[in-house]
């Protein structure tokens, strides 16, 4: 990994260029950096009041971190001159290189050649503030501040140079130390760059907008240092679209990857994942004041039954909840606030103490005493310039005088909140986390928040997982990477089921008796040893059901032999089986090729409702048993598998061997196998196993 301190944290900056360098001086100076600034203009004498030198050979000395401002071709002269200088590292602020032609591409690969091992950042990026020192290679106006001396801050990452520059305007009350943009990620990926400021000890944590994973292994080591150091990182991934694809690759040549195979590489990491720049910033500052939760139990309180509900209906699809308050945590809340309010969890106080200080004092601490996790307040501050705010100040100085009776007895972590983004001013926030008490914009925002918080604790509580099986020939560029599959595509070869049956079957998974069968005699041969009812498939028909290909429940040697003439239209080879009675779920498990991840493993509902339900997980490979078990619990048919209404309880031990049985086939195939399908898996009663009714297996 590229030592990235002196670029990070230089004591010396050069720029070279026009208006976009002297922009980073102007912005250096309002920020009020201490360090070295020398600009380089060919023909200019002074930018911004300082003069310049001619060239990079004529500064005088080796400068730390480089703002490179010009053309794309003529950076590469540039870049070649700081590396030979011995420079700290550079700031590649043209476009026009892979992500643009085959010119830009080529021009790419000069600029690494000549970088040498001299750390280059982009090309195609705004590259970085440093709040913490005041150091800016930065050509454009930002919202941020510089932190004050001793104070933490959040680190944030973005491919999108725009994008982090709407994130410096932020008026939510987030501390940013670093305010980093990675580009095209050439020489440094957004992993190299994570690693670099998680090593700051002013950093708190770590937020990630990534469009592209510049390196897998980069990401898991990002991952365990984030353990280690106990900073957690949250990742804003795009990608789940086509579109959002397409738009990746042809703003930064980044290979977006399958959405869901992201999903679980970052869950697997124990990094946190939001949907939303807000929910972003939101969740980073929930980490910077409190750090990883260490579960998913809440407490709220507002003076509202419409807000008590609106939070209450907010945790309805999220893990979070707010557990009912037992009667020693209800009785101290109930003796201040009298008969006529209830006591519950969310809790509405109504207004019978409003600014009454003393009184709010012992509701809020009574209820931070709860054993929850996180416990909110919920409070909506008067338009500023038109209202008056004297009773919510009271409520405020309540709140700081529970969270101090809170902290001083190992209560709940204290949270102000809003039911509007907006009603929450930036004073206020910085108040709060001045006393320890994180205050989060928008109550959809802090329950989102607090189950990431939550989620990276209970991952850190597990043991790290295994390395993802690495992918063979991964290939970055899209075209070569479409001729790659292509090539693929006709080499690959297609087991029949019954081929693949044997396959599995050699390696433990539960297959149902059966054989290839060429003639009718030979079909009611075979089901006389089996034993009726069977199942007649054609062979060499990937999709059976959507092809008629499949008769089910054949009770006798009349219904086959119409059966086996009916199939023998569309496949010359037949095969028969024994049919698995009184299933109780069916699963599908597929494993198929990720650009990124190699092999990945899908489990989900099976059968005839794979399309309609949509209802799956993904898994990276290898996957643990309990990873495949919580899968298995998680998805939402799992209640048919433990006993739905009165049903039998599926065999889910045998269910999760078959899977493992599956994975490990694959893992010995992983340099040849480009698919493969078991659907259904057909789950029976508990105690008497799991069957792969079906298998599609191709290789190349």
Not at 15 to 23: D, I, N, Q, R
Not at 573 to 585: C, D, G, H, K
Request: charged letters at 20%.
């Amino acid at each position: 990994m590229p030592d990235l301190k002196r670029l990070l944290r230089p004591q010396s900056i050069a720029v070279v260029g026009g208006k976009p360098a002297a922009m980073v001086i102007q912005q250096c100076r309002l920020m009020g950096y201490e360090g070295y600034i020398w600009p380089v203009h060919p023909s200019k004498t002074e930018i911004e009041g300082l003069p310049t030198f001619q060239t990079i050979e004529d500064l005088p000395a080796a400068p730390d971190a480089t703002f490179i401002g010009v053309n794309r071709h003529l950076t590469i002269g540039i870049v070649e001159s700081l590396a030979k200088r011995g420079a700290g590292g550079a700031v590649c602020y043209a476009s026009g290189f892979l992500e643009a032609d085959e010119e830009g591409g080529n021009l790419q690969a000069d600029l690494l050649r000549v970088a040498s091992d001299m750390p280059v950042l982009g090309p195609n990026c705004y590259g970085f503030i440093n709040y913490a020192e005041g150091a800016l290679l930065w050509p454009d106006q930002h919202g941020g501040r510089r932190l004050v001396a001793d104070e933490g801050g959040v680190a944030i990452i973005t491919q999108s140079s725009n994008l982090s520059i709407n994130i410096t305007m932020q008026q939510r009350g987030l501390p940013i130390a670093y305010m980093l943009t990675a580009g095209n990620q050439a020489m440094i990926g957004a992993s190299d760059l994570a690693m670099a400021v998680l090593d700051d000890p002013r950093v708190t944590c770590l937020g990630m907008h990534i469009e592209g994973f510049d390196s897998i292994a980069g990401m898991e080591a990002v991952a365990k240092k984030a353990r280690e150091l106990k900073k957690p990182v949250v990742v804003l991934k795009v990608g789940k679209s086509e579109q959002a694809q397409q738009a990746t690759l042809t703003h930064t040549a980044s290979l977006a990857g399958a959405h869901a195979s992201s999903q679980a590489f970052l869950k697997r990491l124990g990094i946190g994942q939001v949907d939303t720049v807000a929910a972003m910033l939101e969740t980073l500052k929930l980490l910077h004041v409190h750090g990883v939760l260490p579960g998913y139990k809440l407490g709220s309180m507002s003076c509202s039954g419409g807000e008590a509900s609106l939070i209450a209906d907010a945790v309805q699809t999220k893990k979070v909840y707010f557990p009912e308050l037992t009667q020693a945590e209800k009785q101290p809340l109930q003796d201040t606030l009298g008969p006529l309010v209830t006591v519950n969890n969310p809790l509405d106080y109504h207004t019978y103490i409003w600014a009454n200080e003393a009184g709010m004092t012992e509701v809020y601490a009574g209820m931070l005493m709860a054993e929850n996790d996180l416990t909110m307040l919920l409070l909506d501050f008067p338009h500023p310039d038109k209202c008056q705010a004297d009773d919510w100040e009271i409520a405020l100085r309540a709140f700081e005088a529970a969270a101090k009776r809170a902290f001083e007895n190992g209560g709940a972590k204290p949270v102000l909140t809003s039911t509007i983004s907006e009603n929450i001013p930036e004073p206020v926030i910085a108040r709060m986390m001045q006393q320890g008490i994180a205050a989060i914009a928008g109550m959809e925002e802090v329950v989102i928040a607090a189950e990431v918080a939550a989620d990276i604790g209970e991952a850190w509580r597990k043991p790290e997982a295994e390395p993802v099986l690495p992918a063979a020939n991964i290939v970055q560029d899209n075209d070569l990477r479409k001729e790659t599959d292509n090539a693929n595509e006709l080499n690959s070869v297609t087991l029949d089921e019954a081929d693949a049956k044997a396959a599995l079957a050699a390696c433990g998974v539960s297959v149902p008796q059966g054989q290839k069968v060429s003639s009718s005699e030979q079909a009611i041969q075979a089901a006389e040893m089996f034993g009726y009812p069977v199942v007649l498939k054609a062979l060499g028909i990937a999709h059976k059901t959507e092809a008629n290909a499949v008769r089910l429940n054949l009770q006798n040697e009349q219904a086959l032999s119409l059966a086996f003439a009916e199939l023998k239209l569309l496949s010359d080879t037949l095969y028969i089986e024994s049919m698995v009675e009184a299933p109780v779920a069916e699963l599908i498990v597929g494993l198929s090729r990720d650009p990124q991840f190699g092999l990945v493993m899908t489990i989900g509902a099976g059968g005839i409702l794979v399309e309609i339900l949509k209802d799956s997980a993904t898994l990276l490979l290898p996957a643990t048993r309990d990873e495949i078990e919580q899968s298995l619990l998680n998805l939402k048919t799992a209640p048919l598998l433990q006993g739905y209404r009165g049903r039998p309880v599926g065999d889910i031990k045998a269910t999760v061997e078959t899977i493992l049985k599956l994975q490990d086939y694959a893992i010995q195939q992983a340099d040849h196998l480009q698919e493969l399908d078991i659907n259904p898996l057909i789950i029976c009663a508990e105690g008497q196993g799991a069957y792969a009714a079906d298998a599609l297996i191709v290789t190349s």
